[in-house]
């Protein structure tokens, strides 16, 4: 039997990766969302878009009358939730996309979700018994670490900027729904992801392009802020085992333990680029540039991702030595062609 799944923010980062996967899954219906903002592209789908068990929808999770029809159209069996405003300083510059995004967007799709699978509280439609939602969130939510320890799943919520607070409060909306209403969900908090389709304004495109273009790369204060690195295809991976074989009601951290400082990820890049593309102008590492840093910057992300590989057995399959080099190919390659 074919299941048709909402995808939301397919178009984006890890959605445009999580459908090329999922797609190869031949009893899948895709129907994806995503409101095109600077973060959706749609040569991010190039490798699907005509594909037969796929569907593309211009449109807006915050809509909730487009939601309903949606529902009401292909009946779905399940909703994977990625669409997010996700840049921190977009959240400091402007938070209220945050808050109308990825607060009242999520509850939109939860709530049509609830209306189109269950008749009341803890009352599952004929039918619907296996229907779920799973959310996508992030570390962010836990705030800050100190130099030891890692982030788990019972980590007190900390969020200090104004993405990382949306954030949390999605998260609280998709609890409050399972404890409320029975509502099978599942929540998934990752760490860092990079790869192919990231959104320029990242930290790792930034290096890479700034880097090609001869251009200074912007480090945030001392850049000794550290992050998890996670590739978004073993993301991905975290993602489907936790929609198909996760706990109904559980959360599950993805990570990829590899702990970079912001320093070391654009040291690095620059000297796998002097190797591989040499420049005549010297060292890329003289373009690194320290700038001064971002309001309420956390100093330290990691993530013990123990739970997902006992329970589900997810392995990350990249650590961030094979990334990177592939990261680094896929975007010099576009940033060239630019």
């Known amino acids: ?25 031949k009893g899948l219906e ?8 600077y973060a959706g592209s749609h040569k991010n789908m190039t490798s699907f878009a005509d594909h037969e068990r796929y569907t593309f929808v211009n449109g807006d999770i915050r809509d909730r009358d487009l939601i309903e029809e949606l529902f009401e159209v292909h009946d779905f069996n399940g909703v994977i939730h990625f669409a997010a405003e996700s840049h921190v300083d977009n959240s400091i510059s402007g938070p209220e996309a945050f808050i109308t995004t990825n607060v009242n967007g999520t509850f ?30 992030t570390d962010e939510v836990y705030g800050t670490l100190g130099a030891e320890g890692l982030f788990t799943e019972t980590t007190p919520y900390a969020p200090n900027s104004p993405y990382s607070a949306s954030k949390a409060a999605s998260d609280m ?3 409050s729904y399972f404890h409320t209403f029975g509502m099978n969900v599942v929540t998934t908090n990752c760490s860092n992801n990079y790869g192919p389709h990231q959104h ?4 790792i495109p930034t290096i890479i392009r700034n880097a090609v273009k001869k251009k200074p790369i912007p480090i945030y204060g001392d850049g000794l802020n550290v ?17 198909i074989e996760g706990k109904s009601g559980e959360t599950y951290n993805i990570g990829g333990d590899n702990e970079r400082t912001n320093l070391y990820i654009a040291e690095k890049i620059c000297a796998l680029m002097d190797e ?16 001064s840093d971002r309001p309420g910057h956390d100093k330290r992300y990691a993530i013990d ?8 057995g997810w392995v990350a399959e990249e650590n961030f030595e094979s990334g990177i080099v592939k990261t680094i190919t896929h975007y010099v390659e576009k940033y060239t062609e630019i």
């Open 1 to 25: 039997m074919t299941q048709k799944i909402l995808v939301t923010g397919g178009a984006g980062f890890i959605g445009s990766n999580y459908i090329e996967m999922a797609l190869a899954n």
């Open 30 to 37: 895709i129907v994806n969302l995503d409101c095109m903002t």
């Open 108 to 137: 939109n799709l939860l709530d049509v979700a609830r209306h189109a699978w269950m008749d009341a509280p803890f009352k599952v439609k004929p039918g619907k018994e296996s229907n779920r939602f799973l959310h996508i969130s």
């Open 173 to 175: 909306i998709v609890r």
């Open 200 to 203: 320029d304004e990242k930290l």
């Open 227 to 243: 992050r998890d690195w996670l590739y978004v295809t073993d993301h991905c991976r975290g993602i489907e085992l936790a929609y």
């Open 276 to 291: 591989l593309y040499p420049s005549e102008a010297g060292s890329h590492k003289q373009l690194i540039t320290f700038v």
């Open 305 to 312: 991702a123990t739970k997902i590989t006992r329970d589900l």
